[in-house]
């Protein structure tokens, strides 16, 4: 079945420490997208690639990267800047250069600090 | 700046009644509609989009929505409502015009919890 996995599905990190969370997707879509969710603030755009080896900042980019080697694949790292990164990180593809597409959306993988 | 709001952060209905989650939609251009569902420690699952044609649009899980235009709203419902339909409901927008500069950004509202008791 095409989807979208994400993992790990928890992730624990330490003051100071950089973490990396993995997107992969086999449904052939250009466009890829990472979200922030946290309670009553709904998602929040942080990175999304519109084709590979080219990215664009979301609206909270400050404390994260992110890379698009492959189609397949979009990774998250969330730098010792994010001073805040416990939340929800949710991956999401969509057909590139149609806005009329919906996203899809992995499991997510929530982030917590040690 | 496009935006969406959603009013409740939570509905309650009891099963088998009719439900109603609210949204309201603000956006330059066209609007391009759509809700999602998402359950607990999950991703957001697609219920149903709104690009053009009949207001009212019918999607997965006997939910449908009721665009209007005057009103800037695209309002989710469900006639009969089922316990396993208690779950975090968003409301998103997106410009119909093709922008550039990655312009054509999902906006999401801040979402509805909806609850279905028995």
């Known amino acids: 079945d095409g989807g979208i996995t994400q993992s790990p599905k928890y992730l624990f990190r330490k003051e100071g420490q950089n973490v990396t969370l993995s997107c992969e997707q086999n449904?052939?879509?250009?466009?890829m997208y990472w979200y922030r969710q946290d309670p009553g603030q709904g998602l929040r755009l942080i990175y999304y690639?519109?084709?590979?080896?080219?990215?664009q900042k979301g609206d909270i980019a400050e404390g994260y990267s992110v890379s698009r080697e492959k189609k397949e694949s979009f990774p998250l790292t969330v730098t010792s800047a994010q001073k805040n990164p416990t939340a929800f990180y949710l991956c999401a593809s969509s057909i590139g250069g149609r806005p009329n597409q919906p996203q899809h959306f992995g499991d997510g993988t929530r982030l917590s600090i040690l | 700046a496009q935006s969406v709001a959603q009013p409740e952060d939570q509905v309650n209905v009891a099963e088998g009644n009719p439900l109603t989650v609210k949204c309201t939609y603000s956006v330059s251009g066209n609007p391009y509609l759509f809700w999602y569902v998402q359950y607990p420690n999950r991703g957001l699952q697609f219920l149903l989009k709104?690009?053009?044609?009949?207001?009212l649009v019918k999607g997965s899980y006997g939910f449908e929505a009721e665009f209007n235009k005057s009103q800037t709203s695209f309002h989710l419902k469900k006639p009969s409502a089922l316990v396993s339909d208690s779950a975090l409901y968003f409301c998103a927008v997106r410009d119909g015009r093709i922008l550039t500069g990655g312009g054509n950004k999902l906006t999401f509202g801040t979402g509805t919890q909806l609850k279905v008791e028995l």
């Open positions: 709104y690009i053009t044609g009949d207001n």
């Open positions: 690639s519109q084709i590979v080896n080219d990215f």
């Open positions: 449904l052939n879509h250009d466009a």
